[in-house]
């Protein structure tokens, strides 16, 4: 498939790579030696990728994936826990800097993607499921290998497991450690597709370009309006809800897919 120009960030690390496509900033993990494992420099650089393609107004779709065809993310870097994390204040330390990272994740809200093959595990899992879709391939294998680790998860990472598979099947996943393969995975709705592996990239640039060139505004508001009714009733923002609408009514996207419709065309969007 054929790719527009293509614009690449500068980071600090080359364990990250992140570049702008037309309208799609793709995010890629870059540490296939360990499986792109996560390391404290790749969560400051995730963060710093996330808030560029939040800011830039081009960016109408973001993409995770990880570096080769062996993993997305098999979670934590151990190899990193001696020098990052062997104290009680170093520990803490990684935790701000990677619950910043996951927090800017779980704010952004533009469309974004994890195109998933190969190992998603522990805190990779918890990364893909701060996507909106999750794309797999057949090869895929998702687990939360905590209760073999002696490990906790915080309230806010289950919470959005159990919203998205059910209680039941978020205990399996949990108190079990197993690994799911991606037939298991799309079954209990860990995954909204599986694909060949040789088609994976394929069918997320489709995906992406067909969600590109959709109006902007109708989907982030409609992004903003699913994620409020996952909140408690009383922590929901109707009045934003409202006003997300009132935007849309009111923008020139609205009148081009008006007109577009009535001349049977492709519409033209352009975000405002």
């Known amino acids: 498939m054929q790719v527009s120009a293509t614009?690449?960030?500068?980071?600090?690390?080359?364990?990250?790579?992140?570049?702008?496509?037309?309208?799609?900033?793709?995010?890629?993990?870059?540490?296939?030696?360990?499986?792109?494992?996560?390391?404290?420099?790749?969560w400051t650089a995730m963060g710093d990728i996330m808030a560029d393609f939040q800011a830039d107004e081009e960016i109408r779709v973001a993409v995770m994936a990880g570096a080769g065809e062996k993993a997305f993310v098999s979670g934590a870097d151990i190899s990193e826990f001696e020098k990052h994390r062997s104290t009680a204040d170093a520990e803490e330390e990684y935790n701000r800097i990677s619950s910043s990272a996951q927090r800017i994740l779980k704010d952004f809200d533009k469309p974004l993607i994890a195109m998933i093959q190969g190992f998603c595990i522990g805190g990779g899992l918890a990364v893909a499921l701060t996507a909106d879709i999750r794309i797999a391939s057949e090869d895929s294998q998702f687990a939360i290998p905590a209760a073999?680790?002696?490990?906790?998860?915080?309230?806010?990472?289950?919470?959005?497991?159990?919203?998205?598979?059910?209680?039941?099947s978020a205990k399996d996943i949990l108190f079990s450690a197993r690994r799911l393969d991606a037939t298991e995975a799309i079954r209990i709705g860990l995954v909204n597709q599986v694909v060949p592996s040789e088609s994976l990239e394929d069918a997320v640039r489709t995906y992406v370009e067909k969600l590109s060139a959709n109006a902007p505004l109708t989907i982030r508001a409609a992004k903003a309006a699913v994620n409020e009714g996952l909140k408690d009733p009383a922590s929901r923002d109707l009045e934003k809800l409202e006003?997300?609408?009132?935007?849309?009514f009111d923008s020139e996207d609205y009148k081009e897919g008006r007109r577009a419709f009535m001349e049977k065309r492709e519409p033209v969007f352009r975000g405002h």
Do not use: C, Q
Not at 153 to 166: E, I, M, P, R
């Open 7 to 42: 614009r690449k960030m500068k980071l600090l690390t080359e364990k990250m790579i992140a570049r702008k496509e037309d309208h799609v900033g793709w995010m890629i993990f870059n540490n296939p030696a360990r499986r792109n494992a996560l390391s404290l420099e790749m």
């Open 148 to 168: 073999r680790l002696g490990l906790g998860y915080g309230f806010d990472g289950l919470k959005v497991l159990s919203d998205l598979v059910g209680p039941s």
């Open 243 to 248: 006003s997300n609408i009132r935007t849309i």
